[in-house]
């Protein structure tokens, strides 16, 4: 079975411009989170889906936006770049629904420098 | 608000021995998990061991295990006969099982096994 596949690995984006980030979740999976990890940190919680809806939001700006699709992949979206957003952005994939103890799976990530 | 202190940013251990890295949280929530992800320079966390807040033995997978001490508040990991593959960061991070979705990291223990 195929893990979390995410896409692209890596991305060269300038200051202003916008990125999509796109992610696809294990078979039988129906909730989706995104991280993003900055150089020397632990990951920090993004957004997550569960069932195509919001729920969860983690400390960014508007300029984050998510979106999961029928088929449960999912995009991230962030607009007007800044040389911070420069990170390794995670999604995870996992069963989801509340009182589960049940893991995330992780993708290897998309590697995004802003220049 | 929930937090996970990892107070060792990096360790060295000679191969075949073992080795415990710490993790100490905080929560007020009485019902959550806490997960130990390895990360490889390719970036995919990979997921290793969980213990539930209120299970009450010890989590154990294969080499890895988790020293829970509720009390003190801490999760830490030990691994048996360190192998060079090993090497890597290491997180650990804690989820309210009840109402949020989100993972909580913390800042890392980067491990190398010498041989």
């Known amino acids: 079975d195929a893990g979390v596949t995410q896409s692209p690995t890596h991305l060269i984006k300038t200051r202003g411009q916008q990125v999509t980030l796109r992610c696809s979740p294990i078979?039988?999976?129906?909730?989706v989170s995104w991280y993003q990890q900055v150089l020397g940190q632990g990951p920090q919680f993004i957004f997550q889906y569960y069932e195509k809806e919001e729920r969860g939001r983690g400390n960014f700006p508007d300029r984050f936006s998510a979106r999961q699709f029928p088929n449960y992949s999912s995009e991230l979206n962030v607009n007007a770049l800044l040389l911070g957003d420069s990170a390794l952005y995670l999604c995870a994939s996992s069963l989801g629904g509340r009182g589960t103890s049940t893991e995330a799976f992780f993708g290897q990530g998309t590697r995004l420098t802003v220049v | 608000a929930q937090k996970i202190t990892q107070t060792q940013p990096g360790m060295f251990v000679q191969e075949k021995e073992a080795v415990t890295l710490d993790c100490t949280y905080d929560?007020?929530?009485?019902?959550?998990?806490l997960f130990w992800y390895k990360q490889p320079s390719s970036g995919e966390m990979i997921f290793l061991i969980y213990?539930?807040?209120?299970?009450?033995q010890n989590a154990t997978e294969g080499r890895y295990s988790l020293n829970f001490q509720k009390a003190r508040k801490s999760a830490n990991l030990v691994i048996s006969a360190s192998q060079l593959g090993d090497s890597a960061m290491y997180f650990c991070a804690m989820r309210d099982l009840n109402s949020s979705y989100k993972l909580i990291f913390g800042s890392g223990t980067r491990l190398l096994v010498r041989p």
């Open positions: 078979s039988g999976h129906k909730s």
């Open positions: 929560t007020s929530d009485q019902s959550y998990g």
């Open positions: 213990q539930g807040s209120y299970d009450e």
